[in-house]
């Protein structure tokens, strides 16, 4: 069957929570397309990592199962991480149910994972080749769904301050404008990643960033792109600095922002909403704002995150290997 869930932002969207239901125990985590492992809190980790979070009890899952021998260990590009057991149990995500599914229970979670108390783990989406489960590599939820499925494809549907919703072998037309544009994707890396050569600001000409290579990832809550398109959108924003202080470009909260177009495999240019590139403010009077477009090192992967996801409603075909975008409805 499909399934369809909730994804509300936290705070200020700096990620989306949706309610998965482990072995008949329902806890909110951040599905993340730019990684391929299910984890949990859990009462296996201490009580100061607990605190605040709906653990998982695998004691009390009558469908729990350990996986004899079997840990995990992640390691984020943002430097948070976790590491723990193994076992598996039913998953279900709004009506898509895998039995059997691996479920990773943290006994050890970062500082950054243990203060967010509104996420209580993530669900790994990108491709299985990148589950960091040992000695044998276990499938991610939507690998192990797929088969299942009325079509092999999970769709995002993110929104800036508002609810919005993933959903399993379904594409709902109704919320997008006109039809999707198709593009494969190279899971070599594990990740759902395309070609991003071209980009535009604001109405401004099209230019090439040769060789450029891009992921789709739920996870990343900016927008992390090369340099060059960094810069070229900046200069059109009147106060725009590199603020080492606060780590990124700031600007004045009042700043008029540009649309950014990013090419999306050579087959689409996907506008991201210059007011979603405003994306808060870093002092209490409001006045100086951080940027939603941050820089990545010159010729490196850029990361498409929420930023993008809430201009664009995103498809992503397992059956093919390939992601449709178009605007939100
Ligand atoms: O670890 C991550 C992100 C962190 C935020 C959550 N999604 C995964 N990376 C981004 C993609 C390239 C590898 C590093």
Not at 149 to 169: K, M, N, Q, S, W
Not at 200 to 206: K, M, S
Not at 247 to 260: H, K, N, R, S
Request: proline letters at 4%; a negative charge; glycine letters at 14%.
């Amino acid at each position: 069957g499909t399934g369809v869930v909730t994804a509300t932002p936290e705070q200020g969207d700096v990620e989306y929570l949706s309610p998965v239901t482990i072995g008949g125990q329902t806890i909110n985590m951040d599905f993340d397309s730019g990684s391929s492992d299910l984890w949990v809190f859990n009462t296996e980790l201490a009580a100061g990592s607990q605190a605040g979070h709906s653990n998982f009890n695998p004691e009390t899952s009558t469908t729990f199962q350990l996986l004899q021998g079997a840990s995990f260990e992640i390691s984020y590009g943002d430097g948070s991480g976790a590491a723990g057991n193994v076992g598996t149990d039913t998953v279900n995500i709004g009506g898509a149910t895998v039995t059997n599914q691996a479920v990773e229970l943290a006994t050890a979670v970062s500082s950054s994972f243990v203060q967010d108390t509104q996420s209580n783990g993530l669900v790994g989406l990108a491709f299985s080749k990148l589950n960091t489960i040992k000695p044998v590599q276990q499938k991610t939820f939507f690998d192990n769904a797929i088969a299942t499925l009325p079509i092999p494809v999970f769709t995002a549907d993110l929104r800036h301050a508002a609810v919005g919703a993933y959903e399993f072998g379904n594409i709902d037309s109704t919320k997008f404008n006109g039809s999707l544009s198709w593009t494969d994707v190279n899971a070599t890396s594990g990740f759902w990643q395309f070609s991003s050569q071209q980009f535009a600001v604001g109405t401004g000409p099209t230019m090439n960033l040769a060789g450029g290579q891009a992921i789709a990832d739920t996870g990343t809550t900016l927008m992390i792109a090369d340099p060059s398109i960094v810069n070229a959108y900046y200069s059109q924003v009147q106060g725009a600095v590199n603020n080492e202080t606060v780590g990124g470009v700031t600007f004045p909260c009042a700043a008029q922002l540009p649309d950014l177009a990013v090419d999306i495999g050579g087959n689409y240019m996907a506008t991201v909403r210059g007011d979603d590139i405003n994306f808060s403010p870093v002092d209490a009077a409001g006045t100086t704002c951080f940027g939603g477009l941050q820089a990545g090192t010159a010729g490196g992967l850029q990361i498409y995150g929420d930023i993008m996801f809430k201009s664009q409603f995103v498809a992503f075909n397992g059956g093919n290997n390939s992601i449709g975008m178009a605007p939100h409805q």
